[in-house]
């Protein structure tokens, strides 16, 4: 069973920067899909990157231009960068890996964007 610990998540001014880590107990080399799904206060699980190996990153429009996914199998992480920030990206980010052998959810972590 591999887990996938989350990371990065914090409170931000409006127009700031953070970056989210999900790191696998196993390896990700092996990875079919992967995907960060934001859920804001009272509203269902969105969305807003996403990879399919052998595809180009989807990003969800709110997010287009502004979020990066990407990985390092080296150190079995995925990312997501968040730049320009805005209040309404405020909520608990969670990662998701599909792999060859497993499929996971991290446990969330908070991102907070104050104006």
């Known amino acids: 069973q591999v887990q996938l610990v989350e990371s990065g998540g914090g409170l931000v001014q409006a127009g700031g920067s953070l970056r989210l880590s999900c790191v696998a107990s196993g390896s990700i080399s092996s990875i079919n899909y992967m995907g960060w799904y934001h859920q804001a206060p009272g509203k269902q699980r969105l969305l807003v990157a996403a990879i399919i190996t052998g595809g180009n990153p989807n990003y969800a429009d709110s997010v287009k231009g502004r979020f990066t996914i990407s990985r390092d199998n080296a150190k079995n992480t995925v990312y997501l960068e968040m730049n320009s920030l805005k209040p309404e990206d405020t909520g608990v980010y969670y990662c998701?890996?599909?792999?060859?052998?497993?499929?996971?959810w991290g446990q969330g972590t908070q991102v907070t964007v104050s104006s």
């Open positions: 998701y890996l599909d792999h060859t052998d497993w499929r996971s």
